[in-house]
């Protein structure tokens, strides 16, 4: 197991680990993991103290071409109003000035998301998007995340949106119990 494997095997299970719920999955389940299009979504229950708590993430993996490490990678938590919240990763080399903006589709560009922070792993950018942009994401067929590297190329990671609303949709249930 590679250091790539660890650090986004660790972002992943702080994503899930957050008490959404009291329900807990479907048969007793203590984690799920299924695949809607492109989309994956990854939930872990957790009992203590008789309560069950579970958390749910949305995940897609690009991986760079003729390698199975990843290139790009999208986490995401349905919120209780429609929304989203989480982090994208981007390789190591970007700009950190510049940002990373996002298009669905032919829309207009975002204004710039600034990084958090990088780590081995790659670059991360927090992720807040408000019920709007989820259902545009819904509605939509890529979601085009650009970067800018250090030199002044340009990078874009093209996330499909096949199956993102099943996956959302699923997630939120999941939680919501």
């Known amino acids: 197991m590679n250091i790539r494997t660890v650090a ?7 994503l899930c680990a957050a008490p959404v719920s009291a329900a807990g999955l479907p048969n007793g389940a203590t984690s799920l993991n299924e695949t809607y299009g492109a989309w994956r979504v990854v939930c872990q229950s957790v009992t203590k103290n008789e309560a069950t708590n579970v958390g749910c993430t949305l995940v897609q993996v690009l991986s760079r071409k003729g390698s199975k490490s990843p290139a790009f990678v999208i986490r995401l938590q349905p919120g209780s109003d429609g929304d989203a919240n989480g982090r994208m990763i981007v390789p190591l080399g970007v700009s950190l000035k510049d940002g990373v903006t996002l298009q669905i589709d032919d829309s207009a560009e975002t204004a710039p998301n600034p990084y958090s922070t990088c780590l081995r792993a790659g670059c991360m950018v927090p992720i807040k998007w408000p019920a709007k942009t989820v259902n545009g994401l819904k509605l939509g067929g890529t979601l085009k995340v650009m970067a800018t590297g250090m030199t002044g190329q340009k990078a874009t990671f093209e996330v499909s949106l096949k199956g993102f609303s099943a996956a959302y949709d699923r997630a ?3 939680i919501s119990g």
């Open 8 to 14: 986004a095997s660790a972002l992943l299970a702080g």
């Open 172 to 174: 939120a249930t999941l």
